[in-house]
């Protein structure tokens, strides 16, 4: 798989990443229920249910914007700001999302969190060659 192939995978994948958060704000309490994080975030935005779907749009947004950075990585549009940096800040997010993942699943396996916690470590490789040089 060359470097250039494994950006773009990367990429795409944040994309749909991005949209699978926006179509879950269709739904977003079974969305929470199913990952069983429902009580964690019912906590942290303490009562204030709009919060939960500003928190969506803006992860959405975020994954988006990383799509962007891998495709700037690959050359496939202009280079973007700080995309060594933002590549890096990727592979690191998305391993420590993974690590964290399979640690869940060791006390409590379920295959959704398996599966949620392969795709980042996916990402994460897809991601490591935008850590080199990637514009002269």
């Known amino acids: 798989m060359t470097n250039q192939f494994k950006l773009r995978t990367g990429a795409a994948l944040h994309f749909i990443i991005a949209i699978g958060h ?29 919060m939960l779907y500003a928190i969506t ?26 995309t060594r940096l933002v590549c890096a800040a990727v592979v690191m997010l998305f391993s420590a999302r993974s690590i964290l993942g399979f640690g869940t699943c060791i006390a409590d396996f379920r295959w959704l969190q398996f599966i949620s916690s392969l795709i980042p470590a996916f990402v994460a490789y897809c991601y490591w060659p935008g850590m080199k040089n990637t514009h002269s």
Request: with cysteine.
């Open 22 to 50: 926006l179509v879950c704000l269709l739904f977003l309490d079974l969305a929470f229920e199913a990952y069983g994080i429902k009580e964690t975030m019912q906590k942290m935005v303490m009562g204030n249910e709009w």
């Open 57 to 82: 749009v803006a992860l959405a947004v975020a994954f988006g914007v990383a799509g962007f950075y891998g495709l700037s990585a690959s050359r496939d549009i202009r280079r973007l700001p700080f």
